[in-house]
């Protein structure tokens, strides 16, 4: 059985699954996770997709997040490799509205952390 997608403050996403993580809105970032099975408040539902692009010539892995929430959503990404399975950070960009992100290596395992919003003059690039 695999481990629950919300533990505490971290989400975690297997290649294939596809998350709905209900949340409240605070000035500084979403708080009470809850995995739902569908969609029933889009005002306070973050998607999260991940899946390996089966017809590419190398290991392609894609994450789609769909930020509901009116200000930019930003966090720490850890991926997870199928060799070892360790953690190591890797970049992740901001959300405002959607974002695809790609990786040219199998990952096993996301791990997102510390969620947050993008506060006002903060910067809007990809950070690691």
């Known amino acids: 059985m695999d481990p629950p997608a919300i533990q505490g403050e971290?989400?975690?996403?297997?290649?294939?699954?596809?998350l709905y993580i209900?949340?409240?809105e605070t000035?500084?970032?979403?708080?009470?996770?809850?995995?739902v099975k569908e969609i029933s408040n889009p005002s306070k539902t973050i998607i999260f997709r991940f899946w390996q692009e089966p017809d590419?010539?190398?290991?392609?892995?894609?994450?789609?997040?769909?930020?509901?929430f009116s200000k930019p959503l930003r966090y720490n990404l850890f991926m997870m490799?199928?060799?070892?399975?360790?953690?190591?950070?890797?970049?992740?960009?901001?959300v405002s509205g959607k974002i695809f992100e790609m990786w040219g290596?199998?990952?096993?395992q996301l791990l997102f952390e510390n969620l947050r919003f993008v506060q006002e003059?903060?910067?809007m690039s990809c950070v690691e």
């Open 10 to 18: 971290y989400i975690t996403i297997f290649p294939g699954e596809t």
């Open 22 to 24: 209900e949340a409240e």
């Open 27 to 35: 000035d500084t970032k979403p708080i009470n996770f809850v995995q």
């Open 56 to 68: 590419a010539k190398t290991p392609r892995m894609m994450l789609e997040v769909t930020n509901p």
């Open 81 to 94: 490799d199928t060799f070892k399975y360790n953690l190591y950070k890797t970049s992740s960009c901001p």
């Open 105 to 108: 290596d199998t990952i096993f």
């Open 121 to 123: 003059g903060e910067s």
